[in-house]
């Protein structure tokens, strides 16, 4: 048994907090205190309750961060900035860097930045940025890669001016997508940004101006409201044909960095993403069995022994009956909560939270109690 738990405690060492704490999490073991505290837990667990279950979840957490590691972008070549052109051609895409790319003395169809005003680059290249994943937006086609929102004066308010022109084929997509609502399209074109989007976002497409999205109200004096970030969809504002939109992006200058892309979506439903669901995230119910085991097990080590086990089937968040039964692979808890509304909840708010627990429950991490 040596030669097995040996390995493994050499993996759990090389562990960070966050993986720490799923481990923990997943074998019912308490997931707060610092690191080192974490770690001796963590090794204490691999000594006392060695189990195939628990090699296997330590084997994918290490596996899953070495993979991580070997998929961050390598640098890029740095050089001088020449004569640039912000026309898009979906045979010359943007490439590394958010907004950076490689030019060799001709003109190139985007600019390094989004406003085609080009600087020279830094010899700290910066990584890639890569946007979450949003379940109820399926990517299609990026039509403009994540690009920082650079200022080019000491002006309040600065603009960004991108163009970009659709494919036969994503017009295609467009015009023969159904509606959601009356006048708007499952299959949209649609501008997401990083972080927050500004108070002071306006937007001109073909110059009519877009009023984008409504407000947060603030509850508290003096605190400035915030938008929600989702994504913003100007299908209705475009040309459907092969003729070139521009888009003209003010924003205000007050110190925070920003990044905005834009992106050929699907968007589903609640009711899609629950079939998903029902199709690859139905857990086995000896699984499920073999957690409610693993939860009354004695352990010889502790004073504490569970003795009985109590789940509602009441949903936690609309008080009803379970209809489909959900939670996240993270949870540590037996209680589930109804995926139904949960989706439907998201679909209004995303916020993507278990209501048991208060911890993040992702689409990607949800799974159906069989």
């Not at 963590?42 to 961060?65: D, G, N, T």
């Not at 109820?136 to 920082?148: A, H």
């Not at 990083?194 to 407000?215: A, F, H, N, R, W």
């Not at 708010?349 to 993040?360: E, G, I």
Request: net charge positive; charged share 20%; glycine share 6%.
């Amino acid at each position: 048994l040596s030669c097995i738990v040996s390995p493994l405690k050499d993996m759990v060492l090389g562990f960070r907090v966050s993986d720490l704490q799923t481990l923990l999490g997943s074998f019912g073991v308490s997931k707060s205190g610092l690191k080192h505290e974490l770690v001796t837990r963590a090794l204490k667990l691999v000594q006392s309750s060695y189990s195939p279950e628990l090699q296997k979840k330590i084997k994918e957490l290490y596996e899953f961060r070495v993979r991580k590691n070997s998929d961050l972008p390598q640098q890029l070549r740095t050089s001088e900035v020449h004569s640039i052109s912000s026309t898009f051609d979906p045979a010359n895409p943007l490439t590394g860097s958010a907004g950076t790319i490689d030019y060799s003395g001709q003109h190139t169809k985007y600019g390094k930045y989004l406003n085609g005003l080009g600087k020279p680059t830094s010899k700290n290249t910066k990584p890639e940025v890569r946007l979450v994943s949003l379940p109820f937006y399926e990517v299609l086609d990026q039509l403009l890669k994540p690009t920082e929102l650079v200022p080019q004066s000491n002006e309040k308010f600065q603009e960004s001016p991108c163009t970009f022109a659709l494919t036969p084929r994503q017009v295609e997509l467009i015009r023969n997508s159904r509606e959601l609502q009356p006048g708007i399209k499952s299959v949209q074109v649609v501008l997401r940004l990083c972080q927050l989007i500004p108070p002071t976002l306006l937007m001109k497409v073909e110059g009519s101006k877009d009023s984008l999205v409504g407000y947060y109200p603030s509850t508290k004096p003096g605190v400035e409201p915030k938008r929600p970030c989702r994504p913003v969809n100007l299908t209705h504002l475009l040309h459907m044909s092969s003729t070139t939109n521009r888009i003209t992006v003010t924003w205000g200058n007050f110190g925070k960095k920003y990044s905005v892309a834009l992106y050929l979506v699907r968007q589903l439903t609640s009711a899609e993403l629950l079939q998903k669901l029902k199709t690859i995230g139905i857990k086995h119910p000896e699984l499920c069995k073999a957690l409610i085991r693993e939860k009354l097990r004695l352990d010889p080590d502790s004073e504490i022994t569970t003795t009985g086990l109590r789940v509602s089937l009441m949903c936690p968040l609309v008080k009803m009956r379970l209809s489909v039964p959900c939670r996240a692979e993270t949870c540590a808890h037996l209680q589930c909560f109804d995926a139904v509304f949960y989706l439907q909840m998201n679909e209004k708010k995303p916020t993507w939270m278990c209501p048991v627990c208060d911890k993040p429950a992702t689409y990607d991490q949800l799974t159906i109690d069989g």
